[in-house]
């Protein structure tokens, strides 16, 4: 004599206990995917607006003598920058960053006067759209 549950009472029991995890889960997982398709769109959005952005540096000018180097940053296209800041790159391979708590509308313009070291490699303006950025080299930069 066979003793245990019949095979249909075990199928029912099984499809019984996946359908009761998969509504556990199905909560938690609703609102993953809702968290996460926010998330995108909200970067996509800042994406796009960025593609209309771009940013130029434009008479630098290094004084050796007190080690300040002073230069134009001009916002060049259709939307605002903000979190503007400079990186300075020096010949040993370090960076300073040059917090200028600066912001730029479309078309505007400002000066920058700053402290920086003699060794300087090149000048990076960044701002607030990771793909807005301009870079000047050294041989770009007057000398006085």
């Known amino acids: 004599m066979k003793k245990g549950i019949s095979p249909l009472i075990a199928s029912v029991l099984l499809i019984a206990l996946v359908i009761g995890v998969?509504?556990?889960?199905?909560?938690?997982?609703?609102?993953?995917?809702?968290?996460?398709?926010?998330?995108?769109?909200?970067?996509?959005?800042?994406?796009?607006?960025?593609?209309?952005?771009?940013?130029?540096l434009r008479n630098l000018v290094y004084n050796s003598t007190i080690g300040n180097l002073t230069g134009?940053?001009?916002?060049?296209?259709?939307?605002?920058?903000?979190?503007?800041?400079?990186?300075?790159?020096y010949n040993n391979a370090t960076k300073e960053d040059k917090d200028l708590n600066m912001e730029l509308n479309p078309g505007e313009k400002d000066v920058f006067?700053?402290?920086?070291?003699?060794?300087?490699?090149?000048?990076?303006?960044?701002?607030?759209?990771?793909?807005?950025?301009?870079?000047?080299?050294?041989?770009?930069?007057?000398?006085?």
């Not at 199905?26 to 998330?39: E, H, L, P, V, Y």
């Not at 134009?72 to 790159?89: A, C, H, M, S, V």
């Not at 300087?120 to 960044?126: E, P, S, T």
């Open 72 to 89: 134009e940053i001009e916002n060049t296209d259709i939307i605002p920058l903000g979190n503007i800041d400079l990186e300075i790159f």
């Open 22 to 56: 998969a509504g556990i889960y199905s909560g938690w997982f609703s609102n993953f995917i809702k968290s996460i398709t926010a998330m995108i769109g909200t970067h996509e959005d800042i994406r796009i607006k960025c593609t209309y952005g771009d940013i130029y």
């Open 113 to 144: 006067n700053i402290a920086i070291g003699s060794n300087h490699q090149k000048v990076r303006v960044v701002t607030n759209c990771s793909n807005v950025v301009d870079e000047v080299d050294i041989g770009y930069i007057s000398q006085v």
